[in-house]
């Protein structure tokens, strides 16, 4: 188990909403520089959200005001809200640490959490 660990992922219906949850662990300082990426089986993996320097924040076009990421910093803790899921969002979500100092200069990235969403 690395430094990063996702939670809060599982089996909804579409129309309804999930918290993802990703742990910084260790040597992580803070989380000002964190994103949320996801795969899809047979796809590749996508940026799907992103935060730098703790106000800057990124969405990608189909997140259509449907997610929201945010972080905790007391806790060392990145948050990814889902609302209104679709089918089309099932996928393992993952959480990335770009290099920084925070990371001491290493590049992260957490095992995933599952979201399925059925219709």
């Known amino acids: 188990q690395g430094p990063l660990v996702e939670s809060g992922g599982g089996l909804v219906q579409a129309g309804e909403s999930l918290r993802l949850s990703c742990e910084a662990r260790g040597t992580i300082t803070s989380v000002d520089d964190i994103d949320w990426y996801r795969q899809a089986p047979g796809k590749q993996r996508e940026m799907v959200a992103g935060?730098?320097?703790?106000?800057?924040?990124n969405y990608a076009d189909f997140v259509e005001g449907r997610f929201t990421i945010s972080r905790d910093n007391a806790k060392r803790t990145a948050y990814l809200q889902l609302n209104s899921l679709k089918p089309d969002d099932t996928a393992v979500y993952y959480c990335?640490?770009?290099?920084?100092?925070?990371?001491?200069?290493?590049?992260?990235w957490g095992l995933g959490t599952q979201v399925t969403v059925s219709s």
């Open positions: 935060i730098r320097s703790g106000v800057k924040i």
């Open positions: 990335h640490m770009p290099p920084s100092i925070a990371t001491m200069g290493m590049d992260y």
